[in-house]
């Protein structure tokens, strides 16, 4: 029963979110066929999983706004608008994580100081990663001023246009957003159904929802194992002698199928070498490029 319910829950984020970009698609003026629009979300899910921060994910995305007959500025909008409708939901998704979690970080904090004896070196880890991160953001925003005009002027064009979008437009795709986030979070409540003793539903939904996004923060593809390091120290719940199995099930349905799927339409559709482009965005300059 769960790995079925889990295959309809994966199967309802799936179809949302081809709704979602054929409504960002018409919105930008474009007309997108379902068939079209779940292929490219099928692309972004193997590039964004197989890409540090998932960074592949939209230009994957983009190649299947192309291959549908989408002209390069029309297909920068409808991802626009998309994205227009996505970040507030991921805001609100991370408000109700912090109401969650937070209440309790400050006894957290001081059981876990109390058990360490390099505790005052907190600080200046925070510190750290924090330049670090301040770095990396000034590095991506310096490269933006060697695109060429041409490239910075139909991003220009396309924002004005996501400006312009209907309010009902980025409404309904929000809407569709809620939808998927939740579907995709629910995998792993329903994968507990029948076992004995499961966690808290609570702790195992949040636990997920943070887990399935953590990628969007950590430079790893997938999480680079962090992901599987926490859930099975019991972030998302204590399975007892379960808890390998589950972590393998939940990552399955809520991950390597649709990479899997992804990649072989994409290979299919594009070849393996322009596959692998792709799933290059990320990793540092390709050679050639150093000089």
Sequence with gaps: MGHLLSLVLLAIDCVVRAWRI???AWTAGGRLSFGDAFRLNLYGEA???LTPNRLGGEPARFLGLAEAGLRPVTGIVAIGVEVASE???FLIAGAALVAYYVPDWRDAARSWLHRHRAGELVIIEIIALLVLVTVYLLQRLARAGFVRHRVRRQWRVAWAH?????WWALGAG???TVISVVARALILPALALGTPDPP???????????LIHAPLVVPLPSGG???EVVFLNGFAGDFGGRQVTVLLLWRFYTAVLLTVLGAYVLVRSVGYRAAVQLFKVGWGKRRGEAT
């Excluded at 996501?162 to 209907?166: E, G, I």
């Excluded at 702790?203 to 943070?210: D, E, K, P, R, V």
């Design 174 to 176: 929000a809407f569709l």
């Design 22 to 24: 054929q409504l960002a």
């Design 47 to 49: 590039a964004s999983q």
């Design 162 to 166: 996501v400006r312009r979008a209907p």
């Design 200 to 210: 808290p539903f609570s702790q195992m939904f949040f636990g997920s929802l943070a």
């Design 87 to 89: 970040w507030p939901v």
């Design 225 to 227: 194992g962090g992901l």
